[in-house]
């Protein structure tokens, strides 16, 4: 391929170039155009230098960065796309493992998939890109551009959401109604994922409610309104109000604070611990919770990535939600710049959501 | 009801008496009389006072003990139930919650199930008691007096193992040919909940290994090799050989342990926490465990009691040993007290497996 | 309650009456006044006394009819509803049976449960009726009161996949990407729940085919090509083309039509079997297609109806539906009456989709 | 390898041969020499020439019969196998589907798979044969010998309960004490595999009903008297006594039988489909038919072969079987030839429920 402007890193070290460059890369039938990349936690941190995991491909002495992106076809040889198709470009990459190869990469049971712009594979903050056309998922082309990008985080919702199914019918979850009215579901964490999760188990029929130790501004509490989900000031509101707890969702990463809320589960109430943060301070487990876990038949379970059916579901919800809730689900994407803008990857200010690359 | 010889304490405040006297209970289709009762860690620890959950049944200033038995049938007005059939009572009767009224109290919404022996209800240390067949299982007449007594403790073991289904299929969890053959099964805590959970994950497939932080004696390594279950006493082993756990299950309740342990399940592991003790020290939580558990899809599951269909597939189990592994089942049963005995409930010595009372 | 206009039969020797009379019913803290409600083919067959089934409620000698309505709230004693709510009326209505208890009527286990409209209860026909906030499913007020109206039938579509996506998961069902990229799926019928079932199985990432012995107007096809569902005309087509089906959906009921596309089953693939026609003739069943179904590990499942959660997955649905194809979804709705209208229930000509009765 | 004495046919065309012949085989770290090997009707089948599948291995003009086989290590490669092991090997062999490559060649996605004495692979019925490690089930050495040969007709049965287990729950299946007190089964056939079959719903709790067009004599009767199956003559007896049918297990293949039995089935009822008989006459399939599956939410499931983990549960059941029932479960095998016997594959009596072959 010709050269190419391309957002990269040196990982683990960390730092971040815009450079100009022949990329060396993994063939594929498509080459693809980013409409816009989504900025998120992940790339911060392998910029910053604080994750241990990420790594170069191998040959390569840097990692080209992103992970989130939605696309258009620039050039295809498979008869199925044409060029101009709206697509996302889907982060794992298929190791050897059993679940692997049946396309969930995303239940990896050796460790050994490819994540690209983070674990081995070149990422997608760059002009033009070489894809396998197994990895990308077609979006229909009705406007969802911008909104589109939003379709990584929100698989990872949506592949969350499939282990609540599977886990909660260890016994009988719902209302006696078979919904989920009256059924409370609580979301530690008020930024991009944390919104969304709120919204997805808004939207599964729980009173929702999403917390955090800080107030959030008037643009936030309005998106949180219009999608029905409820924010409680942790760090001000007495603990007692997160009672009877079903569904407790973290995406925070924080001991201390998951194990607070967690104490406050309900009978057969379910935790999906989603937000990782290896530098996060320790808190005390005691024997009391380990009771409180056994006597509750309660299930606390990690949950990561998704599979392509997660990136299905997320374009179809965030279809849903592009229309019926006037434009709050535009409203998460706070912040769009281009590639020529300075500071592109500096710590979102508190009361920013998502921030965008805008590559047209 | 005639007086009775029964064993009686005083809950939650702990003690026990041994009384003859007329007890009001609950009416039943059935008049039961133990063949042998079980004395389990949870009946010392109501003696002993530690647990604040236990109650009187409402009305009474004192509690019949005993939740695991086997009984004969000495009165029937139940034409499925003849004089001298043999049964073991369940432990749970149900509440108003939806999981009850379908026959999963064990996995009772709201706490207000009922536990023989222990919270709000008579249990069976007692010459002889009425039931109803509600909650009573068969046991075919053939020579399982004896093991039979194991069926309440093993049952919590058949309900784990469902829980363990479920949450396991959230990914493909068995080895490449459909098996669990190189899959490794780890055990914390050498009691008899211990030893049954064990012999249950080698009856799966699993390699199977029980631990605990003192050496255990020649009785004990002899069971267990009988068993095929490998044993190591990690106060001396270095924890590096407990690596690449799939199934970890916790009889301890100690946090410091499980979470050393839980620390080394593999992608798509499972941890089932079954042990309780509310005394125990808390341990630090970190951020890079809850991490651990993000990255893997690791699955941590309380699991508590169990169904009918639990009880049935128990016996069923105990049928299954009773025979195919020389007389090793019975082995379990470390000693065997009457009624008249003197300090019946007293700590077993570390080597002691499952006391039993004989009330023929 | 005071005299309203209703549409009566007396079931089940069918008949139709529109009548202005006080009718008797059960109590509610609702009163809904319909904005639409829909006709269907079961209705016809009522009004026909063409099945055997349906009754009068208790004391009743006369049933009103209609069991698809999409309501305002007219009058309430239920804090949680308002004047002007905008609710959708459920069909069933618990029996004692512990599917009913828990809220799944529509899997009853012993045929007692009640269905507006149908059996033993009056339907949604009628100016005014009261109605219990247990039965009815909130619509949120963004212009949905027209294809609202589909609610009703899309439940039964959202069931149908429930039952779905739990029997397939007795092996590996999706491509090796863990998408329905390549599954192929036929639906037989095409009627209004033919639509809605083959645009849920395109919507699920199906190659999805709605086929029936007979051309369809250029009104269907556009719909269906807004859908992206292909159809065929079998008594044209030869059934070669109806090779290789991963999932059969029958809305017919028609026995002959049901065996030969079963027939064309891959190993491992579901027909839900949807549609019922008492009458319709016989057809033979072999010995090879027994072995075909064994020997590919094939399932055949009946659905029917569906509970609370299906009708809130069916109103999300319809939302997406309305935005995101244009105003194809409006497009299903061909016909719209008055109560005052002739003919209401005359049997729709060929091509239309669905006729409702607009009570504003 | 050497010459050895084998049974062999000429696949499709049928007739069976002892020949003393070096056979050309799939090379494998283990030899295995049996100890029995079963007779069934699909060995007869191909004899018979009436089955239109079968075929020889790639480049051989012959194929080895025997599918059900218990043997012992004749040599061994592979440090996990020591000379004198009991093994059971298994019938199919892994296609490139991804349900072959997880294991699941039972549920085989495209019909690649091969069966050992079937499809395209040697059988069992020969003094010794090459195999793979991958491809046998250890039998612990506790006198299985003569009941182990059951295991590969048991392993379909407990194949089929996982579909149940499976399809079972996509309702409240159980009775209200989560128990199957109370649910009928009914197994159509009178053949080892009806046997095998009434007794695991046995074992599940079902009252359970085998049933034949044909009284059975006394012999078979007392089996199943043992195991608390009821046996009914459907010939004789109104089939009204077969009302209210919860699982529905048919193990002839006949259309007409199925039908009829299929019609009792209650709601949320189970047929399960296993015999074949591509021959069988055709029986009308009616509109009320269909009608009643899709009302009741009626399952209807083929169910063929089983993986590894079915093999490994059978041979746990004949453990258990074959101490706690007397010698009930040696009772079924009702002939015991050596290959030196003329007319080895003659049909068996009526009265005859398995033949095997000792090859000692």
Redesign the interface.
Known sequence: MEPVTAFVTNAPRGGVNKVRTEIEDDPGDLILKPVFTGICGTDRSIIAGSLSFPFNPPGSDYLVLGHEAICRVYDSQNSRYRVGDLVIPMVRRKGKC??C????Q??????DKREAGVTGKHGFMRELFPESS?YVVRV?D?GLEKVGVLTEPLKNVMKAF??FD??S????Y???????NGKNAWVIGTGSEGFLYSMMAR?R?FETYITNRHPIDENRLEILEKFGVNFMDYSKSPLESADNIDLLI?TS???ST??RFASRL???GVLI????????????????????????????????DG???HY?QAI?QL??W???NGNSIESLITNIKTPENDNLFERRDVNNIKTVISWQ
């Not at 995303?106 to 460790?111: I, L, P, T, V």
């Not at 719902?174 to 989920?180: A, E, F, I, Q, T």
């Not at 487990?285 to 990690?302: C, R």
């Open positions: 059993i679940n190869r049946m396309g969930r995303d239940n990896c049971s050796d460790g197994e229909p009705l499939e282990v599977r886990i019918q260890r016994s009988y719902p209302s006696d109604d078979y919904s989920m939207e029929g973290d990463g924080d001991p998951v194990l309900r009978h057969n611990l989603f937000g990782t943060n290896e530098k996060a301070q320790s808190a005390p487990m005691s024997g009391s919770f380990i009771d409180h876990v056994v006597e509750k038949n309660i299930s606390i379970v990690g949950s990561v599979a392509k059916m299905e179809s279809m849903k592009h229309h019926s």
